[in-house]
């Protein structure tokens, strides 16, 4: 016997991708993909450095609340990127260490949802990451979907009182997988009064906050607005970060979530009992890696040139835009999004992911959001990037 709750999920995207794929060979060419959100771009080695020279630190076990050298070095990072304030009081009341922004994504709908509430919807974009959804369902409550594209703010706009007085908790991902797109400082203080007004907790994904391009500036982020608003206590606010992007290290498992100390506080007793404290010598690589900025600023400068390469060539057969954040591309196709993923591996070995596969279509219209799209993960190298947009220029 198992739990019945496990029958609601649905195939994970590359699942369906492995499905759609299988029994077709691929053209015989150099083979690329872009189709999962992995970094490409080498891991620093200051980091590995830090890493190794901690290596006897697997003779003890680590706590679940992690080092206060990686709690400290963390708040040091809010401060800084997001212009708060009160370092030592984030280090101690508002920060806990998790292994990958995906594991505290799911598990800390298990800690704050209640499955016994008659409203038991949780709000998530659409497209989205898919955790979101099976965290929801696995903690015994509803996904309610709200459909993004570009226009982050007036996606956010378009969720109805009705909807946020029905909801436990929403899902937010600032800057957009897939889109890209950036929720405004305004946008955020808007959200943060309705969790307010009707009772839900914020749980923003910003684990691409600083992959952004440099011609459009940091995004701001969820706790930035409640400060700005005079919430240093980010009540209703909890923010989820990551290493994984951020500094090429996707396989280190390493981020934090920050933001409301009551939930951080429930969220620690949550996880004494789940296991899963970070080990010491990525705790080390972490304070590292949170420590230095020249190596983040080097990895947007990379996106930066892929963008600028990729949309030159795929804009006379697409329209696409670089995203003020990310490394993805969304571009619309003019067929079918699934059988162009077919064709563009068996005529031109390249991998990319149907837009539909990331995207739901509820309600009585069946609208998928993702159809018809498709999604580019830029990280392969420069050269791969540039070979795929020409393949698929050609494919079209």
């Known amino acids: 016997m198992t739990n019945p ?11 369906k991708l492995r499905k759609l794929l299988d029994g077709i060979t691929p053209a015989d060419l150099p083979a690329v993909s872009l189709s999962i959100g992995e970094p490409k771009h080498p891991a620093p080695q200051f980091v590995l450095d830090a890493m190794q020279a901690a290596a006897r630190t697997v003779e003890k076990y680590p706590t679940t609340r992690g080092i206060d050298e990686l709690r400290q070095s963390i708040a040091n990072w809010l401060c800084q990127r997001y212009a708060l304030t009160g370092a030592d009081a984030l280090a101690e009341h508002h920060i806990l260490p998790v292994n990958g922004t995906r594991e505290g994504l799911y598990a800390i709908a298990q800690c704050v949802l209640d499955r016994s509430r008659h409203d038991r919807q949780v709000l998530m974009p659409n497209p989205f990451y898919q955790i979101y959804e099976g965290a929801a369902l696995l903690a015994g409550c509803t996904p309610e979907f709200y459909a993004i594209d570009e226009n982050a703010d007036a996606n956010l706009d378009a969720i109805s009182d009705a909807q946020f007085a029905a909801c436990q908790m929403i899902y937010l991902c600032t800057p957009g ?4 797109a950036v929720v405004s400082e305004a946008a955020l203080k808007r959200l943060i009064r309705k969790a307010q007004q009707h009772d839900f907790i914020i749980i923003s994904d910003e684990c691409y906050s600083e992959i952004y391009r440099e011609a459009s500036g940091p995004p701001c982020g969820l706790l930035q607005a409640a400060h700005a608003m005079g919430l240093d206590d980010y009540e209703r606010c909890l923010v989820f970060h990551s290493l994984s992007k951020r500094s090429n290290l996707p396989g280190l498992r390493s981020g934090f979530v920050a933001g409301d100390a009551t939930l951080i506080k429930r969220f620690v007793e949550y996880r004494t009992y789940q296991g899963c404290s970070m080990s010491g010598f990525v705790q080390a690589a ?4 949170w420590n230095d900025e020249t190596h983040v600023s080097e990895n947007r400068a ?7 390469a990729v949309t030159d060539i795929l804009n006379p057969a697409l329209t696409v835009s670089t995203p003020p954040a990310g490394f993805y591309l ?3 196709l003019p067929v079918d999004d699934q059988q162009f993923t077919q064709r563009l591996l068996a005529e031109f070995n390249v991998r990319a992911v149907p837009g539909s596969y990331l995207a739901r279509a509820p309600g009585r219209d069946n609208y998928n959001p993702g159809a ?12 791969d990037c540039i070979t795929a947009a020409q393949r698929i220029v050609q494919c079209l």
């Open 302 to 308: 990379a996106y930066d040139e892929k963008y600028q």
């Open 5 to 15: 709750e496990l029958d609601l999920l649905q195939p994970y995207p590359f699942e």
């Open 372 to 383: 018809n799209h498709l999604r580019l993960a830029l990280v392969a190298p420069l050269d």
């Open 330 to 332: 969304w571009p619309e």
């Open 286 to 289: 972490s304070i590292a890696a």
């Open 177 to 180: 997988n897939p889109t890209g």
